[in-house]
Nanobody, 114 residues
Framework: VQLQASGGGLVQPGGSLRLSCAASGSFRSIDSMGWFRQAPGEQRELVARVTSTGSTNYADSVKGRCTISADNAKNTVYLQMNSLKPEDTAVYYC?????????WGKGTQVTVSS
């Protein structure tokens, strides 16, 4: 399983970013994918998760501001982040559990600052 993430960057407070993660490998469907983030000195935390059936879970800190979606045909997951806050600054990692393993994409930096 390989995960190719993109879409991070620098944005002002209140702004928006969209992260993308394309998965490739020997699996039949997205099944379950998501995004974690890790700020300096903090533990990695789940931001959002989506399944092939469209079921989603969000961290309380991003509910109402972020939307995760999946394109099953492209094996790609998107994280739309709106109303960004400085505390959203972190390295964001795409994640996919599969066959008892956890796979991670290369992190993408999101910086929210004026």
């Amino acid at each position: 399983v390989q995960l190719q993430a993109s879409g991070g960057g620098l944005v002002q407070p209140g702004g928006s970013l969209r992260l993308s993660c394309a998965a490739s490998g020997s699996f039949r469907s997205i099944d379950s994918m998501g995004w974690f983030r890790q700020a300096p000195g903090e533990q990695r935390e789940l931001v959002a998760r989506v399944t092939s059936t469209g079921s989603t879970n969000y961290a309380d800190s991003v509910k109402g501001r972020c939307t995760i979606s999946a394109d099953n045909a492209k094996n790609t997951v998107y994280l739309q982040m709106n109303s960004l806050k400085p505390e959203d600054t972190a390295v964001y990692y795409c994640w996919k559990p599969y066959s008892g393993m956890h796979y991670w994409g290369k992190g993408t930096q999101v910086t929210v600052s004026s």
